[in-house]
């Protein structure tokens, strides 16, 4: 089976692409199957951040790809609220600042619950960028999922912002109240993972070596 590897420590990350991945006929493969001291990620992914998602991905899928040397790719993705100007973006991960009592998630999604209150234009969107490297390749892929913005946390399942995103086409649920495979057939990151495959289909990319 073809095998990717993830620049990221996230758990909440490796699932779903594990999961996207799957229905491609790929393999999701973890830094730590490669290299000893993968625990180098989390320097990187804690530097000051880029002022684009492209350039953050970039960042940690060179990182990676340098270190464990196979089929490598990262993506970077934020929530844009319209009412809020494209806020939090690029620094969704760290929007809010956490209580004693709070985790980095709760703390971003407490802050905009509280600065979108009395907003009657709730409109947001999930973006994700993904950079994939193989030997001489470079690809760039993106998607886009459309929603709105919760008045409060709905739902238990997923992570980040999941309670209070709203997606298109979800009959008024959050991404924390779908499942799995819900999410999947909706999501940014499903989206950016179909827009990635269709360019290494078109780029003829080979991930077994030869």
Same mark, same amino acid.
């Given at each position: ?14 699932? *779903?692409?594990? *999961? ?5 006929? $790929? ?20 530097? *000051? ?21 196979? #089929? ?15 806020? #939090? ?8 600042? !956490? ?14 619950? *509280? ?6 234009? %709730?409109?947001? %969107?999930? %973006? ?11 690809? %760039? ?21 999941? !309670?209070?995103?709203? #997606? ?11 499942? #799995? ?25 080979? $991930?077994?070596?030869?």
């Amino acid at each position: 089976m073809n095998v990717m590897a993830l620049a990221s420590l996230s758990k909440g990350k490796q699932a *779903e692409f594990e *999961e996207l991945l799957r229905k491609h006929n $790929l393999k999701l493969a973890t830094l730590d199957q490669f290299i000893r001291n993968y625990a180098f990620l989390a320097k990187v992914e804690s530097e *000051e951040r880029s002022a684009t998602y492209f350039e953050n991905a970039h960042r940690k899928c060179l990182a990676a790809f340098r270190a464990a040397k196979v #089929p490598t790719f990262a993506d970077d993705s934020g929530l844009e609220i319209d009412a809020l100007n494209g806020e #939090p973006g690029v620094g969704s991960a760290h929007f809010g600042k !956490p209580t004693a009592r709070e985790s980095q998630d709760q703390a971003n999604r407490r802050k905009v619950i *509280e600065l979108m209150k009395g907003k009657t234009n %709730r409109k947001a %969107r999930f %973006r994700s960028v993904i950079v994939f490297m193989v030997e001489g390749i470079e690809l %760039r892929a993106e998607g886009v999922c459309e929603g709105t913005i919760a008045e409060k946390e709905i739902g238990s399942g997923g992570f980040g912002y999941d !309670p209070i995103f709203l #997606p298109e086409g979800a009959g008024g649920k959050t991404f924390a109240e779908l499942s #799995p495979e819900e999410k999947n057939r909706l999501s940014h990151r499903a989206l950016a993972v179909e827009d990635l495959v269709r360019l290494m289909k078109d780029r003829e990319v080979q $991930l077994v070596r030869p």
